[in-house]
């Protein structure tokens, strides 16, 4: 009887925990959701220059300033047309770890942050800036990264925009791949152009199901990438990697 008490008691933990832990997780998802309908992005189009220096510059659809109310640690903003990826950028100063397990607003646990490194410089003028999300089961953050392990999916959806204060950078994906878990930033020196293409040769090297190219885009040490990194649910020792090249760079009016 008294086993059987102290089983009861034990699942009865489990279950609260359980309910505690998903009530949390739906919580902080949801200061997701509230950011989110602060950007209209709807249809994805490229930004057109003024036909003559009167003319105005097209607007930035994103409102920085308010944002960085929220929290000034938010810089840049990713969108891919056609999936969930529709997110705030945050970078710490101090602690490259912090976002993996915190909110935007600072709520503890998960589904984490969209972030990059205090390695990386915050106006994507790296060689390769690492974007890390975690793969979530309920299809949010980086999950739909996944999707690119579709050779159908990977040839339709391509296009990947990132947003600054300043500019619209628009990026074209040139691979998906499983890769292994090495700290990417800390294996190569990307200040050496040799480094640059050991790191894309790397890529090349990549036999595993589930990995894509297209080989029509050149890429190679003189132009600037993005690297976003996600985790394989059963594999804890790869990473998948959807890598896309600079194709275009759109300059806003400076927000007031």
């Known amino acids: 009887m008294i086993i059987t008490g102290v089983l009861v008691v034990i699942a009865a933990a489990c279950i609260g925990y359980i309910i505690y832990y998903f009530t949390g997780q739906d919580k902080r998802s ?51 047309p056609d999936t969930n990826i529709n997110y705030p950028i945050v970078q710490s100063a101090t602690d490259n770890t912090y976002y993996l397990d915190n909110t935007i607003d600072g709520q503890a646990g998960l589904p984490g942050s969209i972030y990059t490194e ?30 690119y392990d579709d050779p159908a999916y990977f040839q339709e959806h391509s296009k990947v925009y990132v947003y600054t204060p300043e500019k619209k950078l628009t990026y074209e994906i040139f691979e998906a791949v499983v890769y292994d878990d090495r700290h990417i930033l800390q294996s190569f020196d990307f200040t050496m152009d040799n480094q640059k293409q050991a ?30 990194s996600t985790c394989i649910g059963d594999r804890p020792d790869n990473r998948y990697l959807v890598g896309a090249v600079l194709t275009d760079e759109y300059e806003y009016e400076t927000q007031q």
Do not use: C
Request: glycine share 4%.
């Open 30 to 80: 949801k200061t997701y959701d509230e950011v989110q309908k602060q950007v209209s992005l709807e249809q994805e189009k490229e930004p057109e220059e003024p036909k003559s220096p009167e003319e105005p510059k097209e607007a930035n659809p994103i409102d920085f300033k308010q944002l960085q109310e929220t929290n000034p640690d938010i810089y840049a903003w990713i969108s891919i």
């Open 199 to 228: 790191y894309l040769d790397s890529l090349k090297a990549v036999r595993e199901l589930g990995s894509n190219f297209n080989d029509s885009i050149q890429v190679g040490p003189e132009n600037r990438i993005i690297t976003m």
């Open 118 to 147: 205090n390695l990386n410089a915050k106006d994507f003028s790296d060689f390769n800036t690492v974007i890390y999300g975690h793969d979530m089961l309920d299809g949010s953050m980086f999950q739909n990264l996944h999707n």
